[in-house]
């Protein structure tokens, strides 16, 4: 069982940046490929950025490229996601996922654990 937990979510005015943090339970971290996903207010989740379990490959979706950044540090059980240049339109619930075993991947009914969920509130 792993459980994770996610922080550093706020208010930021368009244009700023936040970083989020995601600290899971558990010996074996690296055994975990990692993803961030978003639920904005009546939509679906989507898919926002992913890793491997080294780290060394990262995959985003199109709408955060060049914004957003996916890292890892297994010595700390965490991942995260550094966001810049913000847009009102990232707003949302931000979720952590972890998949045993698994790469990086688009897909939430592949990944395992979920975290609770960050909230983030871009202003225009």
């Known amino acids: 069982q792993v459980q994770l937990v996610e922080s550093g979510g706020g208010l930021v005015q368009a244009g700023g940046s936040l970083r989020l943090s995601c600290t899971a339970s558990?010996?074996?971290?690296?055994?975990?490929?990692m993803g961030w996903f978003r639920q904005a207010p009546g939509k679906q989740r989507e898919f926002v950025a992913a890793?491997?379990?080294?780290?060394?490959?990262?995959y985003y979706a199109d709408s955060v490229k060049d914004r957003f950044t996916i890292s890892r540090d297994n010595a700390k059980n965490t991942v995260y996601l550094q966001m810049n240049s913000l847009k009102p339109e990232d707003t949302a619930v931000y979720y952590c996922?972890?998949?045993?075993?698994?790469?990086?991947?688009?897909?939430?009914?592949?990944?395992?654990?979920w975290g609770q969920g960050t909230q983030v509130t871009v202003s225009s």
């Open positions: 996922a972890a998949r045993y075993q698994g790469g990086g991947s688009s897909t939430p009914d592949q990944y395992h654990y």
């Open positions: 890793t491997t379990g080294s780290g060394r490959s990262t």
């Open positions: 558990g010996r074996t971290f690296s055994a975990y490929g």
